[in-house]
């Protein structure tokens, strides 16, 4: 922990990420900074698990988003294998993912799978390592490239099609409450939102789907 900690102050991260079997005793003892935690689910039943680890923080509010991975009995991250995207799809369509940080979609990630993998799992970001290398440890550029233009691409207003995705854009706005509606059916929402800009573009492309009250 006290390499952690030096590198950490000598590089001036913003946060780190812990991709080992860190337990919230542990955390609670010697980590006082911003983390990420990684998580590498077995069941679609995974959320409890994630709600009982924040629970245990004595300081919740550093932890500042969920990575979820794909399990490998032997090997912590970097396998190239996926998660079943539609577990987690299924936990949020559930509200078992409620009251949770952000969730990080990693896991066998490519340039011909993210925007796939967005589309189902709705995640706030996505994590990749081996899927953009061309060799193991060697990052491509072609393949970092496709990848990012692939995810951005699926994010794009244009590409909103439910309601899923629709509320993916508030929380991008900055939208804290969301009370009534869905996309698919037109009904009206009321938002409060920090930043009306991506607001306003969603507005203008599709006016006669988006309403917004409270802006």
């Known amino acids: 922990i006290e390499d952690l900690i030096a590198i950490g102050n000598t590089v ?8 080992g079997s860190e337990t919230p005793p542990w955390i609670n003892r010697y980590l ?5 935690k990684a998580f590498r689910p077995r069941r679609s039943g995974f959320a409890a698990s994630l709600h009982r680890f924040r629970a245990a923080l004595e300081r919740p509010q550093q932890l500042r988003g969920l990575v979820l991975d794909a399990y490998d009995p032997s090997l912590a991250g970097g396998t190239g294998k996926t998660l079943p995207w539609k577990w987690i799809s299924r936990a949020r369509d559930a509200g078992q993912l409620k009251g949770l940080p952000p969730l990080i979609l990693a896991g066998g990630l490519t340039p011909d799978n993210v ?4 589309r ?8 990749v390592a081996s899927g953009v290398e061309s060799r193991p440890g060697k990052k491509d550029y072609a393949k970092l490239r496709d990848f990012i233009a692939a995810a951005k691409e699926y994010f794009d207003v244009d590409q909103i099609k ?15 409450e969301h009370l009534i509606g869905s996309y698919n ?4 929402y009321l938002l ?4 009306v800009k991506i607001l306003d573009k969603l507005i203008a492309d599709k006016p006669k789907e988006y309403r917004a009250l409270d802006t």
């Open 185 to 188: 059916d037109k009904k009206y």
């Open 162 to 176: 439910d309601r899923a995705h629709f509320f993916f854009l508030m929380e991008k706005a900055g939208c804290t």
């Open 120 to 127: 189902i799992a709705r995640p706030a970001a996505v994590d």
């Open 192 to 195: 409060r939102l920090k930043n």
């Open 115 to 118: 925007a796939e993998a967005i």
């Open 32 to 36: 006082d900074v911003p983390f990420l």
């Open 12 to 19: 001036g991260f913003d946060i780190l990420q812990l991709h």
